[in-house]
């Protein structure tokens, strides 16, 4: 009896695993996935808020900017360990300035910048309602305690280069570099941050592209690759695929009998020499990774999992 209780707990869990897991898949390019692209040409629904919005615990230049600052809370948990990680590592101050904004938000500050210069000027560097990364809650605007305004001076700042340096390993990819314009169109914006999650954020960040042209070719990789591919098989993809090289695509069918060996396989063309493939998935992680390497024992006596199992 005690084992039949036990041999359905399982089952239970495996089910709840493959359910989430589904979900995820099937999540990821929506409107509410951390890969949804909005931009100019791809649009949020009027009425799309997400439902998991959480102010993240970082500091703003003044108190009123709290209620400002909301993310959705995988992101804003990420935004935490970046802020953090700056100020640890290099001793640097992030300040957190603009996460959500609303549909009618962003309607509000457009009609307010057009007025004051023009549509067509306000448009290269507010977004219209509905073409806002904000209202996704995946993007931040951050600033130092040296440069109080949103301007690319940013970039020449200490915390800056921090930010263009290190964000991806938190899942951060600065959006609208300026010799992206033509892609993105909006002028450089080395303050507006936004979230898709450490892998492809890493990805990115080695490939050195425009979001729009990483994004038009990672989703021809198939589901469980989004969710569970490495950097360097990202990477390697989408570049071979920018190239005009789809071979990777027969590599990795979309039906798959075994996603983790075909994962593997298909990152053994991408990984450096000196580089394993767990330690690519690792790569996949917040840093520090989730767990120490495995410890090599170098004692002649070696046990096998039965043996071991024994004791």
Same mark, same amino acid.
């Given at each position: ?6 041999? /359905? ?9 493959? @359910? ?9 390019? @929506? ?18 808020? #997400?439902?998991? /919005? ?74 219209? #309602? ?14 130092? #305690? ?35 314009? @033509? ?38 990789? #198939? ?23 789809? @071979?990777?695509?027969? /590599? ?10 075909? /994962? ?48």
């Amino acid at each position: 009896m005690r084992y039949r209780i036990f041999a /359905l707990a399982v089952l239970f869990a495996l089910l709840f695993s493959h @359910s989430v897991l589904a979900e995820q898949e099937a999540d990821i390019l @929506s409107d509410s996935g951390i890969l949804c692209l909005v931009n100019r040409e791809k649009h949020l629904p009027k009425d799309y808020a #997400p439902s998991d /919005l959480v102010k993240p615990k970082v500091d703003t230049r003044k108190s009123s900017l709290q209620e400002r600052i909301y993310m959705r809370e995988e992101a804003a948990h990420a935004l935490e360990d970046m802020f953090n990680a700056a100020l640890t590592e290099s001793a640097l101050k992030l300040l957190a300035v603009s996460g959500y904004r609303s549909y009618g938000t962003q309607q509000v500050l457009f009609n307010q910048k057009a007025a004051a210069v023009s549509a067509a000027t306000a448009s290269l560097t507010v977004a219209k #309602p509905g073409e806002s990364e904000h209202q996704l809650g995946l993007a931040m605007d951050v600033q130092c #305690p040296d440069t109080l305004t949103l301007s690319s001076n940013f970039a020449q700042t200490e915390e800056g280069r921090w930010v263009e340096e290190n964000a991806h390993r938190f899942g951060f990819i600065i959006r609208y570099k300026a010799e992206w314009k @033509s892609m993105t169109g909006y002028n450089y914006e080395p303050w507006h941050i936004r979230y898709i999650g450490v892998a492809h954020a890493t990805a990115v960040h080695m490939l050195n592209i425009p979001y729009e042209t990483y994004y038009e070719q990672v989703i021809r990789l #198939p589901e469980y690759v989004l969710t569970q591919g490495n950097p360097y098989l990202l990477a390697g993809a989408v570049q071979d695929l920018i190239n005009g090289d789809e @071979s990777i695509l027969a /590599l990795l069918p979309a039906n798959a009998p075994d996603t983790d060996a075909a /994962l593997r396989r298909a990152s053994q063309r991408y990984l450096p020499e000196d580089t394993s493939y767990q330690q690519a998935v690792w790569m996949g992680y917040p840093t520090p990774v989730p767990t120490p390497e495995p410890r090599v024992d170098t004692d002649t006596e070696e046990y096998s999992y039965s043996q071991m199992e024994g004791k």
